[in-house]
Every structure is written in structure tokens, then in C-alpha cells.
Nanobody, 115 residues
Framework: VQLQASGGGLVQPGGSLRLSCAAP???????????IDWYRQAPGKQRELVAG???????NYAESVKGRFTISRDNSRKMVRLQMNSLKPEDTAVYYC???????WGQGTLVTVSS
């Protein structure tokens, strides 16, 4: 089962983007108990964990994004969002969402931070 990430684009340094992660209908009935994580992979680098939200709503963040990114979940819409503020060029990457532990990887959504 692949979660679908969307909302990426080109943004200037200091700007904001909001990414969305949608669950396929096949897992609607089990979405609420799932923990969901956002990852990113920059060119030439390994995929890294950016943020996560548990089924209890507890969140966690990589040090590099703390205070700038906010993860939230909407169980009624079967979605998880990642609000990204104060974006930096080093945030440029393909962003993915996945269950915890990770299942199949979706296509991800490209975020480019550049002037």
C-alpha cells in the first residue's frame, strides 16, 4: 500500500509550503491506528526521517526542521500534512510519506527551495 504525497513545488528561501499525504481507500478503515512519517531524499543523499506523528498524536521532528516544520493528522480525511515554514535551500528534496514501519514507497513530491 502506497501513501500519496503532494503539494511540492518551487519556493524562495524563507517561504512556506504545505505537503499533504493521502491514504488510499484500501487502508481507510485502519488509518487511525497508524503512525505516519515524512521522509525526504536530497540529490546524492540518503533518505532521512523528517517528522512523524503517532496514532496518539505525539509528534517528533529531525533537529534540522524543529521549529520550522509542523506535522498534523486529520483522521476524518485520512490525511497527514506537513507545514513547512522558513524554508532553506538545504530543504530541497523529494518528500515522501509512509507508515511506521515503512511499507512500499510512493513517488514522493519534489520541493525546491531556490531564489
Amino acid at each position: 500500500v502506497q501513501l500519496q504525497a503532494s503539494g511540492g513545488g518551487l519556493v524562495q528561501p524563507g517561504g512556506s509550503l504545505r505537503l499533504s499525504c493521502a491514504a488510499p481507500r484500501a487502508i481507510f478503515s485502519v488509518f487511525s491506528p497508524l503512525s505516519i512519517d515524512w521522509y525526504r531524499q536530497a540529490p546524492g543523499k540518503q533518505r532521512e526521517l523528517v517528522a512523524g506523528v503517532g496514532n496518539d498524536g505525539i509528534t517528533n521532528y529531525a533537529e534540522s526542521v524543529k521549529g520550522r516544520f509542523t506535522i498534523s493528522r486529520d483522521n476524518s480525511r485520512k490525511m497527514v500534512r506537513l507545514q513547512m515554514n522558513s524554508l532553506k535551500p538545504e530543504d530541497t528534496a523529494v518528500y515522501y510519506c509512509n507508515t511506521r514501519p515503512p511499507g512500499d514507497w510512493g513517488q514522493g513530491t519534489l520541493v525546491t527551495v531556490s531564489s
